[in-house]
Every structure is written in C-alpha cells, then in structure tokens.
C-alpha cells in the first residue's frame, strides 16, 4: 500500500512541475535571435514558373468524377502551384497502363495480349485505367497491394513470367550479363537442401541457386551485409524444363533468403504464336523448397496461397507486361490527359509527363508521346518509371529499359528530356541488392551502365521523392529540426555516387510522410513542406512537386499512441460529405506563403543565399532561416520556428565580403501563419478544422527596433520595402 501511495504523489509531483514550468515557460521572455545573411554573393536561384509544382495522381474509378468535379478543380486552381506532375500509380501496383481505353491488343481476337493505346482517338480522354498482370511474380506491390505472386499461388495452371523486353532480342546483350532472378524470402532462417521447379515455357537451360550468407533483414533492398552463395549442387546446365526436383546439397543451409539466377532461356512456347514476346524470357508454375532426405522425401516449405497475406513472399527481377482485358482494376484509375489539359490546373506551364518502364512497352509509350503532342499538351520532360528501387528492380535492368524507352521517345521528338528514376523516399540513400562487387549503390550501378552503353546523355534530369518522416507518431517539434541536415546529407551522399550537378534535380513528390497522420494537416505540416521547399531550392534543386493537391479526407494508415495522432493526410483541401472540397488546410495556406508573398508572384529570376541563425554566439537549431533577393529588388527571408516556445527576432543582418553589412531598418512587410490561426478538432475520420484563417499580414514601421515574436510552430516572412532592406554595406 505504501509503495502505491508513493508512486501516485511521485507522478502528481511529476505533473505539477509540468505545468509550472510550462506556466513560466509562456510567461518568460522568449530567446531573442539574429539573423545573418551571406550577402556577398548568391548560392542559386529560381524561376517560380519551374520551381513550384504539385502532383495528380491515381485513385480509385469511383472517386474520380467526384474528386475531378467543378467545384474542387476550383479549388485546386486557387492553389498558387505553377505547374503539374503527373504521377503513375500503376509502376507501384504492377500493372500496366491503358492511357487511353481505345487501342489495340497483340491478339485482337481473344483481347489480350501487349497493349497499345490509340494516340488517333477523337473522344476526349476522361479516365485511364491500370490492368493486373496475369503472370506477377512479386507477392508484394506499393500501391493497393492486393495482388500476389503466380510463383506459390498453389495453382499450377498460372506462372510467372519475365519481361521479355529485357531478353537478348531487344537489349543486344547475353542474357548471363544481367540475369533475370527469382527470390525466395522464407521470413526467417530455415533448413533448406531442396528445390523443385515446376518449369513453363520458356525455361532456363542454365540457372543458379544461391542463398543469402549475411545479415538478414526485412527490407530485401537492404541485402549488402553479405555475399549471395551458390549451394553445392546449385548449378545447372543444360536444363529441360518439366516438373524438377534438385539436391541442392547434402547437408541442409540454414538461410531465409534463396536466391535463382536464370542464366540462359530456352526460347520456347507452348502457345500458338508468333508474336516474339511469347518465346523470351523464363517462366515458372510453381516453386517448392525445403529438405529433401537421403531417401529422396521432400518437404516443402512453401506457403502456397493466392493471397498476399498468406503466401511465401517472393520478389522477382522483373515480370512480363502481358494481361487480358478483363484485368481491369477499377482501384487503379487516373484522371485522363484531356481532363488535366481542359481543367486549367498547370496554368497553361509544362507538365511532367510520365512513361510507364516497368510494367509496359515501348509502344504504348510511343503512342503515348504521338498523342500529347498531336493534342498540344506542353512538356517537355518525360518521367521514365517510378520508384524502381521500391520495386526491388535491379539498376542494370531499369537501364535497359531506359534506354529502349528513350530511343523511341527521341525518335519521336529529339527535344524531349528523359530522365527520373523517381526514387520512393529514403533519406539514408538508395540501395539495391549488393552485387558480386559488394557495390550496394542504386545511382552507382545506374549511371555506370548508362555509362557504359554511351547513354548517359539520355539522362535529362533526375527525380526523387522525399518524404523524411515514417514513424508519424513522434512528436513533430522533434522531426521537424532533424530535417536540414537529413536534405543537406542526401544531396552531398547523390553528388559523391556521380549524379551530374549540370542536369535539374527534381522532386518528383514531396511530403511530411508517405504515411498519413494528424501532423500533416496542422501547422507542423506546412511548416515541413516550406522548409523542404526552401532548402531544395537553396541547394540548387530546380522543381519541387507537392503531393495532395487533389482535396481529400483523413485516413488512418498507422498504429500508435496518442491514438488522435493517427488520422490525417497529405492534402491542401479536405472535403465535406459531398465529397467537395471543404476547408483550406495549413498545406495551403503554408504554399501561399512561399509562392506568394517569400517570392515574387513573376516568372523572373529569384536569388537565393545562405542564412544562419544565432542567439548570441550559438546556432539555433530550431530556427531556420531562408533568403531570398526578389525581381522588384526586395529581400524576403522565411522565418521557421519549429520549437514549442515563442521567440523573439531582433536583428537581420547581411554580411558582406570582408565582414562588413547592413542591418535591416524599416517599414517591413510581415507575414505570419502560426496557431493563432488554425485549429484541428481531432475526431477520428470526421476530424476538421475548427478554425482555418489566412496568414496574418501587418507593418513594422520601424523595422526591428522592437523586435517581432515568432509564435511557436510559426513561419513568418519578413520582407524588406524599396531601398530600406538592401544588401549595400553600411555601419550598424
């Protein structure tokens, strides 16, 4: 009893300190800090025009006449973005993309086959639709993952196929350069010995079972602590195909991952066919693995399931873009070309146009091309792909890919930029499955193949997503100053694995989170998505595409405590019942911010220099500072305070060559978003605004004689009028 009693007043101490020292927080002066400007000479610059952008991307068929109505594209076009990406959801769900619904099968007269969409039609494109693949090999996908893989479906009528775009016949190159692969994740060490292979057409005459010898880890990227080893009897020469049970070795491996090189194809079909495709790559029914006895008993295990959840997990090199019209996928829809080009949304700028690599063909891209250029959509880069190192392709496939993908886009229109790969985010670098080098770099094993096929010029730009922040659940005033020095070490880590500074550097999304959470749709949000911005800019980044444009509601993607920290988005409108747009969130309000007021709202040079800030003699870290020198001649510097305590901004100084400068003087512009303007109500999925108002604008005449409070969890723009905020040295 007594220990009871001494724990309660030891917490109701505990809570009382709390409040006390939160009460003289708020009473307390708040820290005074300066700003300081490196004057002297620019860092970078931007045209708004090709700086600010947003993305559209797919959605469910039943949401997308809703969410592309008349009163949220409104909305949308009050949004200040300059110009559009167009995002390809079904790169991330293994699909192919019909981009028009009108087209041509392979095989016209059983509708199926490799598609090509008309690029002749005359009825206005509306909608486009993502098609499954009949012949997956991957058990998981990033989009609606709810396919699996054909490999260990328990159904030996389906297969998994290879794509036969990355056979001989169109690459130029042995097959054993490169080799396709299959990979087995067993989920944790098991005894292994045996192998049966249930063969389709075409098989591998010669292939290699290997298993992971190192550490193991749940993300299959991440394999570079180790070395892929052949079993004793894992190679094969000279193989048939059919039904193949193999001994891998006498003793059992203890291994989770397991690993089949295809080596060389036999180049046959058993269908009726002279399509080439038919003929290239591997093909397998089923796999089966586990101990095989001295007495030749087998036992399997497999997990032999069509269901994603339930079965193996496997991860393929690649898989055939073959389906069947009744593929279909109706969770798998984008809006059409014809309604992005008479929606307004871009205001009449280039949009970046996407090219699906992974799971298409050069056809249906080229067809692609021909038609936006016949119905005058402007762009003049092209996305190759999205997020192959999510989808575990290996950097030499991708490449070869590319590179067919970017002849017959230059064939059509040598002007066009290809580039991308539109890495998913990973803020500790871009990895793939180490190499027999040990090289475990995604960039390195790209541009050495570009590299070494004399390609390199056919890498325009290059593009990434960034989204910092996976576990949403931590407090954001913590994140939120972990993220300079997370950009500033992408940027030097992509510099130093070769990415050419001479080509744009885009992102292709950008975000608080790939997943959802409250912290997005509050002021902590926009605060992340300014100082992204910003930053990127700063560094020498060329366009930054917000993610959420279209107006949404709050899901819940996460399990954690406190449970009101689960429900949010990534969106700048979020709708009412009617599923129309609704309420502005801090996202939109944070972007008007920086497009309209930090810069210019005119499409001329924009120059950008570095800023520290100090108070006294040490850095503040969760302060941060961004400056611009505008067209009219004006300096606007961004102001975060991602702290949970009020400060006080008493002096901005511009250093000069020598250590000499000016201090800013008066009348100032100040702009200001902090929660004395917005409020959320957490209520689950019915979550809102309570109240969501505009930035505050005011006048300090008098410059900064008295200081400004930058309210906690604030961004402030203060910006200088005519020649009282100039860069020209002179005494303090």
Not at 412 to 424: N, R
Not at 458 to 484: A, H, K, N, R, T
């Amino acid at each position: 009893m007594f220990q009871v009693d001494r724990l309660f007043l030891m917490g109701a101490f505990v809570l009382a300190a709390t409040l006390l020292s939160a009460d003289f927080s708020r009473g307390a002066e708040p820290t005074k800090v300066t700003i300081q400007i490196e004057a002297a000479s620019p860092v970078a610059s931007f045209l708004p025009d090709e700086a600010f952008g947003a993305g559209l991307d797919g959605l469910e068929e039943k949401h997308l006449d809703s969410t592309y109505s008349p009163v949220n594209i409104k909305a949308m076009n009050e949004a200040p973005y300059r110009k559009l990406a167009y995002r390809l959801r079904t790169e991330l769900g293994i699909e192919a993309w019909h981009w028009n619904e009108a087209g041509s099968w392979s095989n016209a007269a059983k509708q199926e086959g490799y598609w090509t969409s008309s690029d002749t039609t005359v009825k206005p494109l509306l909608k486009s639709f993502g098609y499954r693949l009949p012949r997956r090999g991957s058990t998981m996908d990033q989009a609606g993952n709810d396919g699996y893989s054909r490999l260990d479906d328990g159904d030996k009528n389906t297969f998994w196929k290879s794509n036969p775009y990355l056979d001989a016949h169109f690459t130029g190159e042995d097959n054993a350069l490169y080799p396709q692969w299959v990979l087995i994740d067993l989920g944790e060490r098991c005894n292994v010995n045996g192998l049966r292979i249930l063969w389709g057409e075409p098989y591998a005459t010669k292939h290699e079972v290997q298993y992971w010898d190192g550490e193991d880890t749940d993300y299959i990227s991440q394999l570079h602590d180790g070395v892929w080893r052949p079993f004793p009897r894992g190679r094969v020469e000279g193989g048939k195909g059919g039904d193949v049970l193999l001994r891998l070795g006498d003793t059992p491996v203890s291994a989770r991952f397991v690993r089949i090189l295809l080596i060389a194809s036999s180049g046959t079909t058993s269908q009726k066919t002279e399509d080439v495709r038919d003929r290239l790559g591997y093909a397998i029914r089923e796999l089966y693995l586990g101990v095989l006895s001295g007495k030749g008993k087998f036992k399997d295990i497999i997990k032999h399931r069509a269901s994603n959840k339930r079965q193996t997990t496997m991860v393929v090199s690649s898989t055939d873009p073959w389906h069947r019209a009744v593929d279909r996928n109706p969770k798998s829809a984008h809006p059409g070309f014809d309604r992005i080009l008479t929606s307004g949304l871009g205001r009449g700028n280039t949009v970046l146009i996407p090219a699906p690599v992974l799971y298409d063909t050069p056809e249906n891209v080229a067809a692609e091309i021909r038609f936006l250029k016949s119905r005058g959509l402007p762009f003049n880069q092209v996305e190759l792909g999205e997020e192959p190192d999510g989808q575990i392709v290996s950097p030499e496939h991708y490449g070869a890919l590319y590179l067919q993908f970017a002849k017959v886009i230059h064939a059509i229109d040598p002007a066009l930029i290809t580039g991308g790969p539109c890495f998913q985010s990973e803020v500790d670098g871009w990895h793939t499955i180490v190499d027999e080098k040990g090289e475990d770099s995604w960039l390195k094993r790209f541009l050495a193949y570009l590299r070494a096929h004399n390609r390199l010029d056919d890498f325009g730009f290059f593009s990434f997503e960034w989204y910092p922040f996976d576990e949403v659940c931590q407090l954001p005033e913590e994140q939120l100053i972990m993220q300079p020095s997370l950009m500033k070490d992408a940027f030097e880590r992509l510099e130093k694995e070769g990415v050419p500074r001479n080509i744009p550097w885009i992102l292709g999304e950008y975000g608080y989170s790939s997943f959802a959470a409250r912290t997005e749709v509050e002021l902590p949000g926009a605060l992340l998505n300014a100082e992204i911005v910003a930053q990127f800019l700063t560094l020498g980044g060329k366009t930054a595409y917000f993610y959420g444009l279209e107006p949404n509601e709050p899901i819940r993607e996460r399990d954690c405590t406190p449970p009101d920290r689960l429900w949010g988005n990534l969106m700048m409108f979020q709708v009412g019942s009617n599923g129309q747009a609704k309420w502005k969130l801090p996202a939109y309000y944070g972007a008007k911010m920086m497009v309209e007021e930090w810069a210019e709202p005119t499409n001329a040079p924009h120059q950008l220099f570095r800023a520290s800030v100090m108070a006294g003699d040490k850095a503040v870290d969760h302060v941060t500072a961004y400056v611009v020198r505008r067209p009219d001649n004006h300096w606007a510097v961004l102001v975060l305070n991602k702290g949970v305590d009020r400060v006080s901004l008493g002096r901005i100084r511009l250093e000069s060559t020598g250590g000499e400068g000016s201090v800013l003087s008066g009348p100032l512009d100040i702009i200001q978003y902090s929660p004395g303007q917005y409020t959320w109500r957490a209520n689950g999925a019915k979550g809102h605004p309570t109240q969501s108002e505009p930035p505050e604008h005011f006048q300090a005449p008098n410059g900064l004689e008295s200081g400004i409070t930058l309210p906690s969890m604030s961004m402030t723009v203060v910006r200088g009028i005519g020649s009282h905020f100039s860069s020209s040295p002179s005494p303090e």
